[in-house]
């Protein structure tokens, strides 16, 4: 009979709250990348500069990092 704790490979409790607190935080890390990412949209309508193109190239690598995190914790941890 399969059980939910053999599914998940928590031998223990600190293993099923590791994995817990590693989805947490990478789903804070998503939204602290999205929240980010609309602040530098406004910074864009507000100051018109050369860089502002260099900047929504780093929100874009940062929003696909935390991605790939969440779901590399998610399938892989």
């Known amino acids: 009979m399969l059980d939910i704790w ?3 490979g928590a031998g ?3 293993n099923l709250s590791f994995k817990v607190i590693a989805v947490m935080a ?3 890390y998503l ?3 999205v ?4 602040q ?5 309508k507000t100051l018109r500069d ?12 940062q929003i696909t990092a935390a ?6 914790t998610i399938f892989l941890i």
């Not at 929240?35 to 609309?38: F, G, Q």
């Not at 530098?40 to 864009?44: A, G, K, N, P």
């Not at 050369?50 to 690598?61: D, E, G, H, P, T």
């Open 35 to 38: 929240i980010i990412s609309k």
């Open 26 to 28: 990478s789903l804070f």
């Open 31 to 33: 939204v602290y990348a």
């Open 67 to 72: 991605l790939i995190l969440l779901i590399f």
């Open 12 to 14: 223990s409790a600190l």
């Open 50 to 61: 050369q860089l502002n193109q260099f900047i929504f190239l780093v929100c874009s690598l």
């Open 6 to 8: 053999s599914y998940l």
């Open 40 to 44: 530098v949209s406004v910074m864009d």
